[in-house]
DNA sequence: CTGTTAGCGCGTTCAA
DNA sequence: TTGAACGCGCTAACAG
């Protein structure tokens, strides 16, 4: 307990035996140790608490039970990721399955691949979790990198590698709640991606709102889309812009936490949310229960997808083949008071 | 760039020079290598994109420049205390300020001491923060342990130990909010702490409201301390109970979280706030300006406490004094919505 | 002036 | 039951 941990050199000089004897004894070997030996030494173990140097394991066997956690942030974004709810959720599932595997976490955010390279080969990592990273970058780690990696929510632009994910039903999920406004009486609506650069899953999603138009012989155009910047004033600016004109009659966000932004914002301009223009979310996250009125939004479950992929990685660490190599979650559609019904 | 990490003696034999001139190189001994073999060795170096084997670097130098975070859970909460918004913004902000420092960051859930201490030693730490731990826990880190230790929002019960802590003006916190609700003429309040377990920041916060009450020559009892459950349904049963019993014209809450939960549960079942009766938050995060009536709350900066917190532990990493052991960060009202003028 | 050999730190296994 | 050797980075001491 006290001052530094026990090495097997300082046991085995109080137990009177060699280093030896003291790690027979701690695996169990006990064809190679007498049992009177074999209890003064356990005794000696367990008074020092005996932990093996984390250091001299990753020499010894080339390894380090880190699993690091990637989270890749845009280089313009400068607040942290993981102050979003969103990956919070993911944070907390993925923490708790790596711990109750045997595992340890490491957590790191950047967006630089050399950088990730770096870190997985210095630390010995058995795997890696790589969150929204770029399909241009997944190629590279996938071909520097050669332990177990398993990416959320990206989206690849090879099929040189095989690549694992755990992602989502974008595209159904623009499409469920596209075809809801449809049904609604809606004709002009405007999708509002968070993210301006990468392609990925709003560019699902969006094709997935584009799929619900031709299935009613109608057209949705790219000019339907628009990409939310990160500073929070510009885009409330944008919010009261696009309600001010009138041009639109439902804003489909990509997530809940900018719909309820907005739908926030708008209420304290004066402008009614459904009455003069409708809102959708998603994720599905506390954000959209909150809100008055709460929000319709696609379903998903963040949680799980953090559970999933540490799951899937352990197999691949284990060197279990993987049958299923691109998870896609399922989502459904909430309905609740957001959207009006035109006549 | 492929395959495994190189090591200097590859770099070494690459070069065709001893192992120690590559290490000359590395760390810029220019006296004991000609400047031909210097160029030469760093292009190797630059070209197998070097780190150093952590596991070599722990062995030799007996530390690994890992922080560890260690998050305490309550042994009865099972959910992943991750998932809450409050501990995601001191989460980013401390990733960010440990990779700034050049550390790395080991994330850990438990609610075991031993643990911790085993992981420190295990893996060789610099330092550690350790966030809502109980006051008897800290006692036998702090003696267990010999590297720094910064705590969160964590309260002692000796002073036999010297505890670094990044905390909060709680009481002043629980006597703001309260001074407001008398001022708005309210005498029946009931706080609604979050945690029915440890003393710590909620047993301050209400001592705050009752040095409000004293204020006024009032006194507020401890029946008005309501501690919540974890199961969110028998919450959503206690605030309706509550609220129809009457007795009660404002519940203050501990965190925005509950208060925000509430308040939305309470108007679905159509009790009006604040006409039927006033709800006040603490935190001042995303959630009290979601809900409509905007919540009237006590503001703290949840990032800057993990960011100061890592400042203070490097600090103390690197040997220099801390001036201010006992960190406490200001909180102010924010008086927005949720609070009726009683006549 | 330039470069090399030797040895430490720790846990594990093979050969003795 | 034990000594020796290995994995890797770094430095002190030493050789050319």
Redo the contacts between chains.
Sequence with gaps: ?????ATIKEISRKAGVSPTTVANVLYGRTAKVSAETREKVQAIIEEE?Y?????????LKNN?R?IGVIMFTEPRKNE??????F???I???M??EI?ESGY???????SDE?EV??LS????MDGLILVWVPGNICRIIN??I?VPCVYIDCFFEDDEHTYHNIGLEDRMGGYEVTKYLLSMGHRNMLFLPCNPIFPGGDTERFAGCKDAFAEQGLVLDDDASRPLPYDRAKRLKIYLEIARKKTHTALVFSSDFYA?EAL?YL?EQGIRVPEDISITGFDDN??S????PRLTTVHQDS?KKGTLAIQMLVKLIHGVQVEEVRVKLPIWLEIRNSVQKLS
Excluded: C, H
């Design positions: 307990m006290l001052g530094r941990m608490n932990t093996p140097n984390m250091g001299a394991m990753m020499l380090s880190i942290t990721v993981l102050e979003d709810p990956s919070s959720a944070l907390g599932a923490e708790r711990r340890y976490m490491m957590l790191y955010t950047t050399a390279v770096r080969k210095a630390w010995k071909s520097s050669d309820s926030t209420q506390i954000f229960r909150l809100v008055q949680s």
